[in-house]
């Protein structure tokens, strides 16, 4: 409960408090916490963004992998978004992703899993996180994976159980208040990849 309200605060600096951005867009986008994060997205952190790159490479060449940057910037996403795939079988495929925060000091690392249906040329269903093959097959991948992070990055991981906590008095973009949660504050809309 104490990190909620840690991180609870620390997106009452960059959200106005119960303004819906679908509903009030003009009050949402003239507040000025919507003009402090706007300015992060105007103004990036060139250390973060050089760590980041430095990530890149040292993925690319230890994993032997093609890397996706699948940060969206028009999107105003608040991390960034690295991803490579670790394996795939018959219609699956199994990608580890990395989401770094503009906003705080705190990553996220995990593995989604996507299914293909060639017949109708489109996902099966949205990606999801696979919480079971985090532990099991691919958790060396996993470990080996936030070593790496955390020491290029000097970030800390952040648990997805403090990430889902809503921040009811909260909206971004479509996201309307009552459904914010903190993984929207500082990291993404939702989980996603470009990848099939």
């Known amino acids: 409960m104490k990190d909620f309200e840690c991180f609870k605060q620390?997106?009452?600096?960059?959200y106005p408090k119960n303004i819906s951005a679908i509903k009030n867009q003009t009050q949402y986008l003239n507040s000025e916490e919507n003009k402090r994060l706007d300015n992060?997205?105007?103004?990036?952190?060139?250390?973060?963004l050089r760590k980041?790159?430095?990530?890149?490479?040292?993925?690319?060449?230890?994993?032997?992998?093609?890397i996706y940057?699948?940060?969206?910037?028009?999107?105003?996403?608040?991390a960034y978004n690295i991803q490579?795939?670790?394996?795939?079988?018959?219609?699956?495929?199994?990608?580890?992703?990395?989401?770094?925060?503009?906003?705080?000091?705190f990553y996220l690392c995990y593995?989604?899993?996507?299914?293909?249906?060639?017949?109708?040329?489109?996902?099966?269903?949205?990606?999801?996180?696979?919480?079971?093959?985090e532990k099991s097959i691919f958790n060396n991948d996993l470990t080996k994976s936030k070593l790496f992070i955390e020491n290029i990055l000097k970030y800390k991981e952040i648990r997805f159980e403090v990430l889902d906590s809503k921040i009811t008095d909260l909206s971004f973009q479509d996201i309307e208040l009552g459904d914010f949660t903190l993984f929207n504050a500082f990291f993404l809309n939702?989980?996603?990849?470009?990848?099939f």
């Open 10 to 14: 620390k997106a009452y600096s960059f």
């Open 40 to 48: 992060v997205f105007q103004n990036p952190d060139l250390t973060l």
């Open 52 to 66: 980041v790159d430095e990530l890149k490479d040292f993925f690319k060449s230890s994993c032997k992998k093609n």
């Open 69 to 78: 940057d699948f940060t969206i910037q028009s999107w105003q996403d608040r």
């Open 84 to 105: 490579f795939i670790l394996n795939k079988k018959e219609n699956k495929t199994f990608i580890l992703c990395v989401n770094i925060s503009m906003l705080i000091p």
């Open 111 to 133: 593995i989604i899993e996507v299914e293909f249906d060639s017949i109708k040329n489109k996902l099966k269903c949205s990606p999801k996180i696979n919480l079971e093959l």
């Open 190 to 195: 939702n989980i996603y990849t470009q990848i």
